[in-house]
């Protein structure tokens, strides 16, 4: 019994240090700088979600319904600031360092060594970009989907499968992919489990997970009317084409350097895992009705999985956090089998200096925000901009001119739009501007080169009447552009006879809707 105790009160104690130094290093690369693109993508839909405007409905999304009605819970605990939309990421960032530590200990690994894959995980999961991302959400909630599933294999428990369909859904609903991957490898390989091992009350259980994440979202937009079928074009079928184009474009060819050299790190860490299968295989070809099969073709799979999802994307890369995940796992397993210790030590001794090498190429760099030929020094205060960034250190590498000339240009360009009271749509990569001004909307999230249906896309009409539709129905009288966007966001959507232009600084321009019968 005291034995039990001291085990809890140690294992509360690492939880503690895990919620703190997850939380504090994501804050801490959240105030370094910004790459609007990325670094605004929810701080004006979180706001809008929070004013009573959704996704799909009020703007056009592709991808991020989780993180705008998450952000939007956040700014109502604790108000709309920079502070609280780091803080998003940072929980996030404890949650898979937290699943990872409980998944572990599960898995009987020594609670010690939990901590420390624990950690490395929370040490470049998040703060490669820190601030919240579609992907790195779809991605963690993902593989807590995964680690339900493993945890149901190892202890029988169906409150983890329970918990399983709720991840997955939530993982989709941040980005389509990786979630429809890991679910796709749960669905064969639990199918498969369930053939041997038939449960009534484990299919009710998953049922019932299921039924309860899909009732809660179909509630959520029943009850701010956002429709069904805008959700299926915007969230379903237009994603679908970009997937096509990118599985052409980005996977083929398929080559070594591309597939394995790149992750080399990642393979290694899986090797084990791949050994323990095979060498398992060639003693009992039953091996695979056992629950230890499920388990190693899980991960193995998921590894490979996540590798082709970050081959199909166009950002930096950002998965390397899974390596600590799987040499935790092949811990777990190298234990069982090999009497030698020094081979435990070198796999923990991997797992450190693989997360010290990305930290420092990736983290430190702010290479996921596309600083890493940036001179992260004497950064200027974004609280001069405005107070809700108050703590954000401003760099902006996308920027020409000094750190000084875009703070100033940016206030002055706030002031402009604040004496304009007329409704008006605001097309920026500065999105966080929106949330500051009254009467101001965006039509799209962002205005990066798949966020919409352009001229050629076969849902290009669908686009062209949402943003006609809201033109109407918000009664906007005008069209600001903010560089480095330029007109042809909207060049295809609205007739140029509809237009008056007007060049107000450097960086904004003022398109003014004279007439418009369509």
Known sequence: MKSNLNFENIKIFYLSIIFFFSIFINQYYGYLGVY???????????????????????????????????????????????????????????????????????????????????????????PVAATPFPDHHSMIFSIIGLFCFLLHLKTNSNFYLFLLPVFLVLGFFSKQTPAAYIFIII?????????????????????????????????????????FYSFY????????????????????????????????????????????????????????????????CSLIFTAYALILNQLLTLNQKFIFFIIPIFLGFSHVYMEKIIKKKYLIYLVILLAISSTTYYKISYVDNRKFMEMENTKLENLGEAEK?????????????????SISSEIEILKKTINILSNDKKNKFLITHYQFIASLLPNTYTFSRTYDDVAYPTKNDKYHDDYKQFFLNHIKNKGIQAIYVIKPLEKNVFDNLIDNDCLQREKINEILTKFSIIKCDN
């Not at 409980?102 to 901590?115: G, P, Q, R, V």
């Not at 394995?260 to 393979?267: D, E, S, W």
């Open 385 to 401: 901009i405005h107070k809700k960034l108050k703590y954000l250190k401003w760099i902006n590498p996308n920027f020409s001119g």
């Open 36 to 126: 609007p693109i990325d670094s605004f993508l929810f701080f004006d839909s979180g706001n809008r979600v929070l004013n009573g405007e959704f996704p799909i409905k009020d703007f056009w999304a592709v991808s991020g319904l989780t993180n705008d009605f998450v952000q939007a819970v956040i700014f109502k605990i604790f108000g709309v600031s920079w502070f609280s939309y780091i803080l998003h990421a940072s929980l996030m960032n404890f949650l898979i360092a937290f699943f990872t530590f409980h998944t572990l200990i599960k898995f009987k690994l020594h609670i010690n060594f939990s901590l420390i894959y624990a950690l490395l995980v929370s040490v470049i999961a998040y």
């Open 187 to 227: 669905s064969f390989l639990g199918l498969i489990y369930f053939i041997y091992n038939f449960s009534f009350k484990k299919i009710g259980v998953l049922f019932l997970g299921f039924s309860f994440i899909l009732i809660l979202f179909f509630f959520l937009f029943m009850f701010n009317k956002i429709s």
């Open 233 to 296: 074009i915007q969230y379903i079928m237009y994603p679908i084409t970009i997937g096509d184009n990118r599985l052409l474009e980005f996977l083929f060819p398929l080559e070594f350097n591309r597939l394995f050299l790149r992750y080399k790190l990642i393979h290694i860490a899986i090797l084990p895992l791949i050994y323990l299968l095979i060498n398992n295989f060639t003693k009992d070809i039953k091996f695979f009705k056992q629950k230890d099969f499920f388990i190693l």
